[in-house]
């Protein structure tokens, strides 16, 4: 069964910079893809970034140059490293896993608060 833990996020000034990691209980290479997403209050959820098997990134346009998003193939951990967060980064943020094949499977974290302000 696959599990994702997110660590704790919390309260950030507006311009700081916050680590999230999302370590898997099995070995994230047999994903196609990891990512993150994340939900404001009264919004949808929307992807923020994500990294296929092979590397290769996606990033949302509002976070892009300010996120970075990366895999510890060995820890089973996907990392993503948040600077200069502006008050419009506040969300709940989810950690997700893909695998495609004949079907597409999707796992989700329990998600984790993220807070900018002042």
């Known amino acids: 069964q696959v599990q994702l833990v997110e660590s704790r996020g919390g309260l950030v000034q507006p311009g700081g910079s916050l680590r999230l990691s999302c370590v898997a209980s099995v070995r994230i290479f047999s994903f196609s893809a990891m990512g993150w997403y994340r939900q404001a209050p009264g919004k949808e959820r929307e992807l923020v970034a994500t990294i296929s098997t092979g590397g290769l990134t996606n990033y949302a346009d509002s976070v892009k140059g300010r996120f970075n998003i990366s895999r510890d193939n060995a820890k089973n951990t996907v990392y993503l490293q948040m600077n200069s967060l502006k008050p419009e980064d506040t969300a709940v943020y989810y950690c997700?896993?893909?695998?495609?094949?004949?079907?597409?499977?999707?796992?989700w974290g329990q998600g984790t608060q993220v807070t900018v302000s002042s």
């Open positions: 997700n896993a893909r695998r495609v094949d004949s079907n597409t499977f999707n796992w």
